[in-house]
């Protein structure tokens, strides 16, 4: 633990996830581990097995990048994918500069994690959200608001589709803070909310948006005639 004027801070950010069992998994950051030097944070998973009246660590997803160019993982995501994997985004955007998410994953409701790995070059509150349809949606921003789509669990993602201009990348929050939030309203419709700080009104705004992702239907396969 650590204190900060004098005070220990119970700061407990991050998502919740209720599992098949029925107990609920959490991937919250700070968490600093007695391994690394301060003040590096990381994030820790938590299980509760009594509908969140008591929490057990069980594991944790440590910075351990040999630069140390960041204070470390914040604000993590997780979404639980329809082969019963956990898959975490986290952020290293912070103070000492524009930093890239990364990705982990748990084969095993978060008691172990894959070695974290960076994906994109920039983003900051990483947000989550499994279609019906199997489509995985990300969303995050600075600079702008960027959407990602994955139809392959997260091992891939396509391109970010931008929902805010960027006229300026070194700007990276003079159009949105970048902070957004999902809502599903069916198996490939969802709803996003953003701030727009220089929209065509001229007046800083939250936009709400409706989003439809479609999935391409897989071709059958081919089969081959007889011979000629």
């Not at 391109?159 to 999902?182: E, F, N």
Request: charged fraction near 20%; proline fraction near 11%.
């Amino acid at each position: 633990r650590y204190a900060t004027g004098g005070l220990i801070p119970q700061i407990w950010w991050g998502d919740m996830k209720l599992l098949p069992d029925r107990s609920i998994v959490a991937l919250t950051y700070p968490y600093y581990h007695r391994s690394q030097p301060t003040p590096f944070t990381s994030a820790a998973s938590y299980r509760s097995t009594d509908n969140g009246r008591s929490w057990q660590k069980i594991g944790h997803i440590l910075y351990d990048e040999p630069d140390r160019r960041r204070d470390g993982f914040t604000e993590p995501a997780i979404e639980l994918l329809p082969d019963g994997q956990l898959i975490a985004i986290l952020r290293t955007t912070d103070g000492n500069g524009v930093g890239p998410m990364y990705q982990s994953r748990s084969n095993d409701n978060g008691v172990t994690w894959s070695a974290p790995k960076a994906f994109t070059e920039t983003g900051v509150l990483p947000r989550l959200l499994q279609l019906k349809n199997g489509v995985l949606v990300l969303s995050s921003g600075r600079p702008g608001v960027d959407l990602r789509f994955s139809t392959d669990n997260g091992l891939t993602w396509s391109a970010p589709k931008q929902l805010v201009p960027v006229p300026d990348a070194a700007k990276i929050q003079a159009d949105s803070c970048g902070y957004t939030s999902l809502l599903p309203l069916g198996k490939d419709r969802f709803l996003i909310a953003y701030s727009w700080f220089t929209p065509p009104s001229g007046r800083k705004s939250i936009y709400v948006r409706e989003v439809r992702v479609r999935r391409k239907p897989t071709p059958p396969p081919r089969v081959a005639g007889p011979p000629a």
